[in-house]
Antibody
Framework: EAQLVESGGDLVRPGESLRLSCTAS????????MSWFRHTPARRLEWVAT????????YYAESVRGRFTVSRDNAADTLYLQMNGLRAEDTALYYC????????????WGPGTLVTVSS | IVLTQSPVTLSLSPGERATLSCRAS??????LAWYQQRPGQGPRLLIY???NRATGVPSRFSASGSGTEFTLTISNLEPEDFAVYYC?????????FGQGTNVE
C-alpha cells in the first residue's frame, strides 16, 4: 500500500528558511502528481502547492507564491517543499498527499510534520 | 471557486444520520471530493467525483450532487465517524477546500 512520511518540520524564526521532505513508498512515485497542504491553528485545511509527476508544472496558493518552492526527485521517491521568508502565519501542520487523478483529488496522505514560526 | 460547507457543527448521536452540504460558488460539474479528518491524523479520502466511494470506505457513506450543490450522507453513525469533514474541488489545479463540518 502507498505510504507517505513527512519530515523536516521545526521551530524557526520569522524570515528564516526550512525545507520539508516527503518520502513515498508502495507506488510508482513519478506517475502521480503530489501536493503539500497545511492545517493551521485556525483549524483550516489549506492547499499549499502541487507538482505534476514529471515536474513539468507547479502550482501555488497565493499565500505562498514567491516564497515556497515545490520540487521532487522521482529517483529518490521524495517530494520537497522549500520554504523561504517564513512568517508567523505559516505556522501549521504540513501534509503531503498523492494526487489520484488530474486535476487531482488526493487518495493518500502522510501524518504531517509541524512547522512553528515564532520569535 | 469558493466552497461553503454547512452546517459548521453537527451534533448527533451514534446510530443517527448525518447530512452535510457543500456549495460551490460556480459550477464544478462532478469534480468534488469529500474527506474525513480525525484528531491527530491526516485527511482520508471518502468520496471522489461527487458520488464514488474510495477504496475501503464503508457503504454507510454516500454522496450526491453536481454543479454547485453537493451532499454527503452518513447513515447510522458509528463512534469512529465523529470527525471533521471537508469538501474539495478539483475543477482547477488550484485546490480549494470548504471550511469543514465538525460532526460531534
Amino acid at each position: 500500500e502507498a505510504q507517505l512520511v513527512e519530515s523536516g518540520g521545526d521551530l524557526v524564526r520569522p524570515g528564516e528558511s526550512l525545507r520539508l521532505s516527503c518520502t513515498a513508498s508502495g507506488f510508482i512515485f513519478g506517475a502521480f502528481p503530489m501536493s503539500w497542504f497545511r492545517h493551521t491553528p485556525a483549524r483550516r485545511l489549506e492547499w499549499v502547492a502541487t507538482i505534476t509527476g514529471s515536474s513539468s508544472s507547479t502550482y501555488y496558493a497565493e499565500s505562498v507564491r514567491g516564497r515556497f518552492t515545490v520540487s521532487r526527485d522521482n529517483a529518490a521517491d521524495t517530494l520537497y517543499l522549500q520554504m523561504n521568508g517564513l512568517r508567523a502565519e505559516d505556522t501549521a501542520l504540513y501534509y503531503c498527499a498523492r494526487g489520484r487523478t488530474v486535476p487531482p483529488d488526493f487518495d493518500y496522505w502522510g501524518p504531517g510534520t509541524l512547522v512553528t514560526v515564532s520569535s | 471557486i469558493v466552497l461553503t460547507q454547512s452546517p459548521v457543527t453537527l451534533s448527533l448521536s451514534p446510530g443517527e444520520r448525518a447530512t452535510l452540504s457543500c456549495r460551490a460558488s460556480q459550477s464544478i460539474g462532478h469534480y468534488l471530493a469529500w474527506y474525513q479528518q480525525r484528531p491527530g491524523q491526516g485527511p482520508r479520502l471518502l468520496i471522489y467525483d461527487a458520488s464514488n466511494r474510495a477504496t475501503g470506505v464503508p457503504s454507510r457513506f454516500s454522496a450526491s450532487g453536481s454543479g454547485t450543490e453537493f451532499t454527503l450522507t452518513i447513515s447510522n453513525l458509528e463512534p469512529e465517524d465523529f470527525a471533521v469533514y471537508y469538501c474539495q474541488q478539483r475543477d482547477t489545479w488550484t485546490q480549494r477546500f470548504g471550511q469543514g463540518t465538525n460532526v460531534e
